[in-house]
């Protein structure tokens, strides 16, 4: 078994054992164990659902802290375009990067000119008209992974195309480079994040090799130190560049507007997108071009590592998106897109967890087992045997991770049961005592 | 007991139930994930299961689907209780279809279900005979 590396963690002392996060998870990577949520890494995909459904916040996200810039001499920051949906509109763009620059940072790379760069490199994908319908957007490493873990034969749909994130980082890498004569160990690089996904990702690129990025730091770690910048600082060091089809990438159908694909379906949410992949695998959609697909409701703007309620942050986006116009920046950088198409082929890897045996037999053995065993239980999917269903219960049973009486009602009956035998045996008197005579002894004969 | 393992399964399909429709088809692909049967063989296995339980819950009065799966090929067995079909090489026909606009503005209807049953299956063989029913087999090898 690969060790796989998680942004989200369990903080235990806080976890209460309340079964709220196995039932959410659509992976079904948590089971309580101990009374503590447990999960199992190789089923988790960092949606961060738990840590949004948590009432007791037990769930948690490590991404990196700011004193980690202190290991590199040239520290550059990537803002997520979701950063500036959580201020409001009226404090521009250009203002928030110089921010960054007054918390610490040497230089501002927008990763909304990345995903401008990915849009041409996706169009242009399209239009070479060789690729399974429909295409499935790998811009969201959560997704990506629910592919990797539940729906392995979708890999071939994921665009082989590097997430925006990813050409920012290396267009900052190389502009750093030449521009201020560093080695690469001097930058460090960092993707202001507004999910744990990312994190992950960074740590374990998903279809390449190794990622350009350093690492991640939340928005929400950073949000308040930048606020109080943001109202100190003048806004003459850095300019902005992104357009709006590259902010527009924040909310759930700025992807596919940017690339300015008409046959596509825009899916949000981690529930709802495991419901449409679902019907991919069963040849539907194949009329659609492209399905834009994003873990968070309302895409990255829904992140769980954002401050501002999501709803707030959308109309600020969208505010800020009208008072942009179409005056377009241009990019500092620019990457050819072909040349990005060229170059990238992300392959990504089934991680399929779900199989039972490597030995098909002995998977055929345990199948049977848990139909069995799921007549006996009351298939009430209350999640108090701490396996989020029934069924997830059935199965942890045939691989030895629990036992019948997990269930509770199971349990119930064998304490009836057993009840029942001690009475059974406590009427029974042995030769040598007097019987019971209820006029003699009284009292109810037990 | 047979010594050979064998997994059988059955589901009842009801006439215009779209509630449950695709329910069996999810559960065989994914008893056929979980013993680990390659991905592009259980997504045509599934893509079978499910073109045949649609084709039963849209056109019939109502069938079953009979699964049965061996260490090396799954095997479907669809049948139901009419009203069959008139020609059943013109069914089988890439875009023919006699389904009605209200199913056609379901997604359905592109007369594509036949043609990719055969498609997606190693072995396929159909025979209807009118008002009786409609029979399908089908058989799915893992390797
Ligand atoms: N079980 C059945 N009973 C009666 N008629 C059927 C049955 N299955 C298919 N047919 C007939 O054969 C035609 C073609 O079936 P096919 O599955 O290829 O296409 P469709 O169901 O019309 O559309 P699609 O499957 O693309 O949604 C149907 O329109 C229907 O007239
Ligand atoms: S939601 Fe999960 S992590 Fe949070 S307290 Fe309940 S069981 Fe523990
Ligand atoms: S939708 Fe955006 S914020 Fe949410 S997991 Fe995906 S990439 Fe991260
Ligand atoms: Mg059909």
Redesign the pocket.
Do not use: C, K, Q
């Given at each position: 078994m690969p060790e796989y590396f998680h942004s989200v963690r369990l903080d235990a002392e806080r976890c209460k054992g309340c079964v709220t996060c196995i039932r959410r998870c659509p992976t079904e990577a948590i089971r309580i164990r101990g009374g503590k949520a447990r999960i199992i890494e190789s089923r988790c995909i960092d949606c961060g659902e738990c840590i949004r459904r948590c009432p007791n916040h037990a769930k948690r996200a490590v991404t990196d802290n700011f004193i980690d810039l202190k290991r590199y001499k040239y520290n550059i920051a990537l803002p997520a375009p979701t950063l500036y949906a959580q201020f409001s509109p009226d404090i521009g763009v250009n203002k928030i990067l110089c921010g960054l620059i007054k918390i610490g940072f040497d230089a501002v790379y927008e990763v909304a000119c990345g995903a401008e760069v990915v849009s041409a490199a996706v169009r242009e994908y399209l239009a070479q008209n060789e690729y399974k319908r429909p295409l499935i957007s790998s811009a969201c490493p959560a997704v990506v992974k629910l592919i990797q873990v539940k729906f392995p034969e979708l890999i071939e749909h994921l665009v082989p195309i590097d997430a925006p994130v990813e050409v920012t980082a290396k267009m900052a890498r190389t502009a750093s480079r030449s521009e201020h004569n560093l080695t690469d160990a001097e930058i460090g690089i960092w993707f202001i994040t507004p999910c744990p996904a990312k994190m992950t990702e960074v740590r374990q690129p998903l279809g390449s090799d190794k990622s350009a990025v350093t690492g991640t730091i939340a928005i929400t770690e950073i949000y308040g130190s930048l606020l109080k910048a943001i109202g100190v600082s003048s806004d003459n060091e850095v300019c902005s560049q992104a357009s709006i089809e590259g902010l527009g990438w924040a909310i759930a159908g700025g992807e596919t507007g940017a690339a300015a694909i008409k046959r596509s379906i825009v899916v949000h949410e981690i529930h709802s997108v495991n419901e449409i992949l679902e019907q991919i695998t069963l040849g539907k959609l194949s009329d659609i071009d492209y399905i834009e697909a994003l873990a968070c409701a309302g895409g990255c703007i829904g992140g769980p590592l954002t401050v501002e309620n999501r709803f707030i942050a959308e109309n600020n986006m969208r505010k800020r998106l009208e008072k942009m116009g179409s005056e377009r920046g241009k990019i500092r950088l620019p990457v050819d897109s072909s040349k990005l198409l060229a170059q990238v082929k992300r392959e990504f890897e089934p991680r399929s967890s779900f199989r039972l045996d490597e030995d098909i037999v002995k998977a055929m053995k345990k199948i049977e087992l848990m139909q069995e065993t799921m007549h006996k239980l009351p298939g009430l999917d209350c999640g108090s045997c701490g396996s989020p269903n029934c069924q997830a219960l059935a199965e942890d049973i045939v691989q030895g991770g629990a036992s019948e009486t997990d269930c509770v009602f199971k349990l119930r009956e064998r304490v009836r049961d057993l009840a029942k035998e001690m009475i059974d045996l406590a009427e029974k008197v042995p030769q040598s005592m007097p019987k019971y005579d209820p006029e003699r002894d009284g009292g109810d004969g037990i | 007991m047979n010594s050979r393992q064998v997994i059988n399964l059955e589901f009842q399909l009801k006439s215009g139930d779209f509630e449950f429709a695709g329910e069996a088809s999810s559960q065989i692909k994914r008893i056929v994930q979980q013993i680990g049967v390659k991905p592009e063989i259980a997504r045509r296995i599934a893509i079978c299961a499910y073109?045949a339980e649609?084709?039963?819950i849209?056109?019939?009065q109502g069938g079953i689907i009979r699964v049965e799966i061996l260490p090396e090929q799954t095997d479907l067995y669809v049948e139901?209780r009419g009203?069959?079909?008139d020609d059943v090489n013109l069914?089988m026909q890439e875009g023919?279809?006699?389904?009605p606009d209200h199913i056609r503005n379901m997604g359905?209807?592109?007369?594509?279900?036949?043609?990719n049953m055969a498609r997606c299956s190693d072995e396929f063989t159909i025979t209807s005979e009118v008002v009786v029913g409609?029979k399908i087999h089908m058989t799915i090898r893992h390797i």
């Open positions: - | 073109e649609m084709n039963v849209i056109h019939s139901d009203p069959g079909i069914a023919y279809s006699t389904a359905f209807g592109a007369g594509m279900g036949l043609p409609t």
